[in-house]
């Protein structure tokens, strides 16, 4: 199963020394060129500019093209160029956090994973502690509604 990536579940998965899950759960990850770069953005954390530097053999980086859809060329580059990358290779899921994001895709009938979603299903295969992963991901600058962290929660308990 192949799943595109955009830059933000890398980013945090990365953090939490959690990325490791993505090629237990798809056998083929890829991104596009502009995450690689927001990636290795000065701003980014040591830890995901090195990752980025030594990028390990299941993720692959592809040149997304032209953008000229409308609707993509409204979001930020590192999405726009997941969809169109995920559309392209006809991948099974596209990774993002992004809300307009999802939404462009879901009209698109493009499947979305966020970061809670992959913890929720490695915690589901008993792969890891959810409770243990929402901590040290809390301990970041992720956001996301605590009522959507609390009724995860409450299910791995």
């Known amino acids: 199963m192949l799943v595109v990536c955009d830059t933000t579940p890398l980013n945090y998965l ?72 995920a559309i392209s290779l006809q991948a099974h899921f596209l990774l993002t956090d992004d809300y307009k994001a999802r939404v462009a895709c879901r009209n698109r009938g493009l499947a979305t994973l966020t970061t809670l979603l992959i913890l929720d299903a490695a915690a589901n295969r008993d792969w890891i502690s959810f409770e243990d992963a929402m901590e040290r991901l809390l301990k970041t600058n992720f956001r996301v509604d605590p009522f959507t962290i609390e009724l995860l929660r409450e299910k791995h308990r």
């Open 14 to 85: 990365i953090q939490i020394d959690l990325v490791g899950l993505i090629p237990r759960l798809f056998t083929e990850a890829c991104i596009p060129q502009a995450v690689f770069r927001e990636l290795l953005h000065p701003a980014a954390p040591e830890s995901v500019r090195q990752w980025t530097l030594n990028l390990p053999g299941w993720v692959s980086v592809r040149d997304a093209g032209v953008i000229t859809d409308p609707e993509l060329l409204d979001l930020h580059p590192g999405e726009s160029e997941a969809i169109t990358v």
